[in-house]
């Protein structure tokens, strides 16, 4: 694909988008209000009116403003209801997998309608057609679309509320206020929200602003424990395989020992006759066995016989591809001439996403209709592909969205709720399908292996160009809601990957000419959208590369930042983490600060770690991070976001990846899979969210690559070494 | 199939299974006790850590024949009624949770830790192998020293 090269723009911060909203009353017999997304919600600032010079296409629009437009288009509605029991509710068009949303909405909409959060209920909404892309998780863009949506809604049915109070008392509206769910007047009135919602639903036209407030939060912002925390320590937290479905029957599938292997025959003599058994069923993927318990079908599993055919990558190991992904790179474009330069090579392993609950669905497919229970980021996908698997028409499938047990990006795929609808069809009873921590690791997606080539050139103490050629397996961003949204926006061209990777790189530094191009080299085996996606990999060596520009050129890594990145906003950040984290402080041979710097979705992070190198297993002691998301909803939920991607830093930096050994791959579980534990975990973490400055940017993922590249920054300083290829312990 | 008697939560309850099923398909698949989880099956990522006799165990590993006439508590029996657990409310003070799936698990082995050692060090704290994805390990941390003062 083409190279987008462009020269160095002025200082400035992108234009913010003001998103507008219809709201409408739902016809109902209590207070419902409804938003539809308009068309112009989204309309594209002229950001050349900001930025002269010709930009990364990442610094035009990028992943969130497509899925906000997009949603837009498809006629998105939300809903928020206060029944007359006091409660309100907000169905939520997303997934909760542990990122916090629920709680960030729930306060969002407790903010603007002056109720009290305890009030407030955030049930995961089922997947709903008419929504389509707008109920994909993903991209770090929950909170960044719905922000505005949502507190139009709670504002609409605020002032509605408010109406109705001010009719019944027979006062101005405009004397009343409110607060804990409840209408309040001067004379010492009140009434709740419930008592009030069947007279609020009858008003057509608020008497006081329906309009949200700009200022004066007193909950958005403040640092809040989760809406669900109690259910989780008291182990009431429901995931798929926890939901009571009467009569589902666990389910494993013996898959093939290499990646893409098929059935080619088998015998399952033995494993049908073993007790608690009561089906053994072939689906695409292999053999399927159903029992009265996991234990049962786990052992039956074993028992089974089964000829594999070849599989997809038979033979093909790490270096092959290695070797694939450096021949693919594309040359650089500008030529060095007299200047000095930076060359540097890296490597990345391909990673699991492994998240704790392992890929799971519960579907119970009857002759005219199916159901379905599980933990998805796509749950309109899922809903067409298990009416596909099961012969059914889409609306006859209803799934229902339950909680996740971590996703990082796994979630947007629907390969467990599809072999769970296969079985249920084939035995005609309800199933919960479990895929094995094996199953996760050598049969679930990974994060693709990676090369990159980065060229910078200097001269006179200034930085002319940076050039970065990364080449990868392909994500496969089709199989996912984001590949759709992505399609949809026109952003297919010539690849959904490569138009995915332009839109989500950009540098920030004034470094003159930039170029950035990805190639992709193509094989058959399961790739997936992990945590920040190509940032994680992309930005990661793109900062650690700054540190090398920065000592050829003898500047000290944060003054370097500070003077070459674009904007205040960026170099606030790594100002903080520098000052927090005492950067430049004496330490011991063997030991080492490193920072690293990202900004995406929206939003800028900084990283700032200690190491410790002295003995054979590098220890990150210390972690401080800052993060500027314009809007700190929950800074609680921020903070563990980013502690979290801190923890994924580390273990991608240091300790975990995935070999691919002859067309298999080799981890199996935590056991070799080096995913940080509290042994490799820092002993202290710092998170601090930087104050308010407008709407809402993207969170989730924002942190990984400042967090990666402060990891591998501080090691380099550590041992003097020149990091490049990770998992560094592999 | 064998009958077995142990008690659960504090109370006797009786299954009938195969000797060498692990104890955690007991309690999930026959007596629909799910908030110990399942996440490898070998006793590594330990989300399925319960006490057996007040010990902490890696119960995807256990045969239920080991556990007859033994008290075994998982996470739904660490509350005395709705009064939380100390552990349990430091994870609440902490807000430690993001997910939630592992922190059954993390909480049993940290309640488990306590009983013993009353005032565990950083070194003790990092012998902990309980696997969280999410990253919450600096809030886990957090939190045992928390309940730990508390207790």
């Known amino acids: ?730 | 199939m064998p009958t077995y008697t142990f008690n659960l939560n504090g109370q006797p309850v009786s299954v009938d299974a195969p000797s060498d099923m692990p104890l955690l398909w007991v309690l999930r698949d026959k007596l629909g006790v799910t908030g110990p989880k399942y996440g490898c099956g070998v006793g590594v990522c330990r989300a399925c850590t319960s006490h057996i006799n007040g010990q902490a165990a890696q119960i995807c590993t256990v045969p239920v024949s080991t556990v007859a006439g033994k008290n075994v508590t998982t996470i739904e029996g660490l509350a005395k009624g709705s009064t939380l657990h100390p552990v349990q409310q430091a994870w609440l003070d902490e807000d430690v949770a993001q997910c939630g799936f592992c922190q059954p698990g993390q909480i049993m082995q940290a309640a488990a830790m306590l009983k013993t050692n009353h005032s565990p060090t950083d070194t003790d704290i990092d012998k902990i192998m309980n696997v969280c994805r999410c990253g919450t390990y600096c809030r886990i941390r957090l939190a045992i020293k928390r309940a730990a003062a508390s207790m």
């Open chain 1, 1 to 730: 694909m083409p190279d987008v090269t462009r020269m160095t723009p002025a200082d400035g911060q992108r234009p913010v988008d003001r998103r507008r909203f219809l709201t409408f009353l739902v016809a109902a017999p209590t207070l419902t209000v409804a938003a539809r997304i308009g068309l112009d919600a989204l309309a594209a600032a002229p950001a050349g009116a900001v930025v002269p010079s010709p930009d990364q296409p990442a610094d035009l629009v990028d992943f969130g403003e497509i899925m906000a437009g997009l949603t837009g288009a498809s006629a998105e509605l939300f809903v928020l209801e206060v029944t007359a029991d006091n409660r309100v509710r907000f169905e939520v068009p997303r997934v909760e997998v542990g990122q916090g949303v629920t709680t960030a909405l729930a306060m969002i909409v407790a903010e603007h309608l002056d109720a009290r959060l305890a009030d407030v209920d955030v049930p995961l909404s089922d997947a709903r057609q008419e929504l389509g892309l707008a109920q994909s998780t993903g991209g770090s863009t929950s909170v960044r679309t719905l922000w505005e949506p949502v507190r139009t809604l709670a504002s609409m049915a605020r002032a509605r509320l408010v109406t109705a109070a001010a009719q019944r008392w027979n006062v101005p509206a405009s004397t009343l206020w409110t607060r804990d769910t409840a209408v309040w007047s001067p004379a010492g009135l009140s009434a709740t929200y419930g008592s009030l919602t069947a007279e609020a639903a009858q008003v057509l036209v608020p008497e006081v602003s329906p309009l949200p407030k700009q200022s004066g939060y007193w909950l958005v912002g403040q640092p809040t424990g989760r809406v669900d925390g109690r259910d989780v320590v008291t182990g009431r937290a429901r995931y798929a395989l926890d939901v009571a479905v009467p009569g589902a029957l666990p389910t494993v599938v013996a898959r093939s020992p290499k990646i893409g292997g098929t059935v080619l025959s088998y015998d399952a003599t033995t494993a049908g006759s073993m007790p608690g058994v009561v089906a053994v069923t072939q689906i695409p993927t292999g053999i399927a066995v159903t029992a009265e318990t996991f234990d049962q079908a786990l052992k039956a599993k074993a028992a089974l016989v089964v000829n594999w055919s070849a599989g997809t990558v038979d033979g093909v190991s790490d270096t092959d591809i290695k070797a694939r992904l450096t021949a693919a790179i594309g040359p650089f474009a500008v030529p060095p001439l007299l200047s000095q330069r930076v060359d540097a090579t890296f490597d990345f392993a391909f990673v699991n996403h492994a998240p704790m609950e392992v890929g799971s669905a519960v579907v119970d497919v009857r002759a005219d209709s199916a159901e379905v229970w599980v933990a998805t980021k796509s749950p309109t996908n899922v809903q067409s592909a298990v009416a596909t698997a099961a012969g059914l028409q889409t609306a006859a499938v209803t799934v229902h969205v339950v909680r996740g047990g971590g996703s990082f990006g796994r979630r947007v795929y629907t390969d467990p709720p599809v072999e769970a609808a296969q079985v249920s069809t084939a035995i005609g009873r309800p199933v919960k399908l479990m895929w094995t921590r094996n199953d996760d690791m050598r049969h679930g997606r990974m994060r693709p292996r990676s090369h990159h080539q980065l060229r910078a050139t200097y001269l006179l103490g200034n930085v002319l160009s940076y050039e970065h050629r990364m080449s990868c397996v392909p994500v496969d961003i089709t199989g996912s809601g984001v590949g759709d949204a992505l399609v949809d926006a026109g952003y297919g061209s010539p690849t959904v990957g490569t138009a995915f990777f332009q839109l989500s790189e950009a540098c920030p530094y004034n470094f003159g000419v930039v170029t950035e191009a990805l190639a992709e080299v193509a094989y058959d085996l399961p790739t997936g959208t992990w945590r920040s996606v190509y940032s994680a990999q992309a930005r990661t060596v793109e900062e650690i590369m700054v540190d090398e520009i920065a000592r050829a050129l003898g500047w000290d890594p944060v003054s370097f930042r500070l003077t070459f990145l674009k904007n205040n906003a960026e170099r606030a950040v790594v100002s903080k983490v520098a000052t927090e984290g005492n950067w430049g402080r004496l330490m011991a041979p063997g030991t080492a600060q490193g920072v690293g710097f990202h900004q995406e979705y929206g939003s800028r992070a900084a990283c700032l770690v200690e190491i410790d190198c002295r003995t054979s297993t590098p220890r990150v002691t210390k972690g401080v991070l800052a993060l500027d998301v314009g809007m700190p909803v929950n800074p609680k939920g921020l903070q563990a976001q980013a502690m979290g991607s801190l923890m994924d830093g580390i273990s991608t930096i240091l300790y975990a990846g995935n070999h691919l050994d002859g067309g298999a791959f080799r981890e199996g579980s935590f056991q070799d899979f080096l995913y940080a534990k509290q042994a490799t975990a820092p002993l202290t973490c710092q998170v601090h969210v930087m104050p308010a400055t407008g709407e809402p940017g993207g969170a989730g993922e924002l942190c990984v690559p400042a967090a990666a590249a402060a990891v591998a920054n501080a090691y380099a300083r550590a041992t003097g070494t020149k990091p490049r290829s990770f998992p560094l312990n592999f």
